[in-house]
């Protein structure tokens, strides 16, 4: 089978991760020996086996003179496992395609270093497979090299741009489809975020509902209080850049941010802001007093205007999803 097909594999082994391996980032690993998989593994957990020792343990002495296909550069420093660098180097394996580099400082090119410091020949894939492997850990990769969260901002709109009517009945802009993948972005994140504004206006829960939950997200409130009697949100009333930068310290990784325009506004003009979600229906509401997708100032010129990338557009029930993104992992 193709390189391409095992560095596939290992993407999809990194999956079964997802959810449970914080702070660490997911991997998968599959080791081919002529031609045939030896051994497959993935990151099940912090503190357990990463992905490239649990394929070894698998495959044996047959991983002597494999290859290894893995999403993320092994590590080369002893953490509360050893290096996987060092357990490659041990087991003999011949070869080594990566999808991703590690932007961690500990590691950061040195794993590949080692490996190739012992004679093994290490490759670094640059095609789609790399974007790929890069965003499956993009909350990790932002929060490791930035030192501050991966900030998604997911919004409900209009066809015109519009989230809400004036009067600010905004229940429901989207169809169903659309709020159940909602829920499923709430339980994959690690804080879930609003404004003052929404919190007063809506006291949203904030909380996945009706799907499968590994752990639940914080609850945040950013801006002046008090919040209402009862909130089970937590406020932050500090400078932006500086809220986030204490929740990177408590290893919150990705943040999905779903309060109102001036929110998402002054996450924008502050620079970050990492990803859109925005889900479009098949409304109109027209006007000048509707609420839009960002508030405060913008752009003067076009030349000025934050330029997105890789626009991608999925059909969700009656809406449509655009999914694009202000900062690439």
């Not at 490759?123 to 790929?132: G, N």
């Not at 997200?217 to 500086?242: Q, T, V, Y």
């Not at 509707?290 to 030349?303: H, I, M, V």
Request: aromatic share 4%; with cysteine; hydrophobic share 40%.
């Amino acid at each position: 089978m193709s390189h391409r097909h095992h560095l596939e594999r290992a993407l999809e082994l990194a999956e079964q991760g997802r959810g449970r391996t914080a702070p660490n980032p997911i991997v998968g690993a599959v080791l081919v020996r002529d031609g045939a998989v030896v051994g497959e593994g993935w990151h099940e957990g912090a503190g357990g086996p990463h992905a490239e020792v649990v394929a070894l343990e698998v495959a044996g002495e047959r991983a002597r003179d494999a290859t290894l296909y893995v999403t993320l550069e092994p590590c080369a420093h002893h953490g509360r496992t050893g290096p996987c660098a060092e357990a490659l180097i041990a087991s003999g394996v011949r070869r080594v395609l990566c999808a991703a580099a590690d932007p961690n400082p500990k590691t950061d090119g040195r794993g590949f270093a080692r490996l190739r410091e012992a004679g093994i020949d290490v490759e670094l894939v640059e095609d789609d497979l790399a974007v790929r492997a890069r965003r499956q850990n993009e909350a990790f990769r932002t929060w490791t090299a930035e030192g501050r969260p991966f900030v998604t901002y997911k919004a409900a709109m209009t066809l015109d741009g519009r989230l809400a009517p004036a009067e600010g009945d905004a229940r429901w802009i989207s169809g169903e489809e659309s709020r159940r993948l909602t829920h499923e972005l709430r339980a994959a994140s690690d804080a879930v975020a609003v404004g003052m504004g929404t919190v007063r206006a809506d006291e949203p829960r904030l909380t996945p509902r009706d799907v499968e939950v590994r752990r639940q997200p914080r609850r945040l409130a950013f801006g002046s209080g008090p919040l209402p009697a009862g909130s089970a949100l937590e406020l932050l009333s500090g400078p932006l850049e500086e809220e986030l930068a204490r929740l990177a310290d408590e290893e919150v990784q990705s943040v999905l941010l779903e309060g109102g325009p001036t929110l998402a506004g002054a996450f924008l003009r502050a620079g970050v802001l990492d990803k859109l979600m925005l889900f479009v229906a098949p409304t109109l509401i027209g006007g000048d007093d509707a609420p839009p997708l960002f508030r405060g100032p913008g752009a003067r010129t076009l030349a000025d205007a934050v330029p997105l990338r890789s626009l991608e557009v999925t059909r969700i029930g009656e809406d449509v999803l655009l999914t694009a993104y202000v900062h690439e992992p």
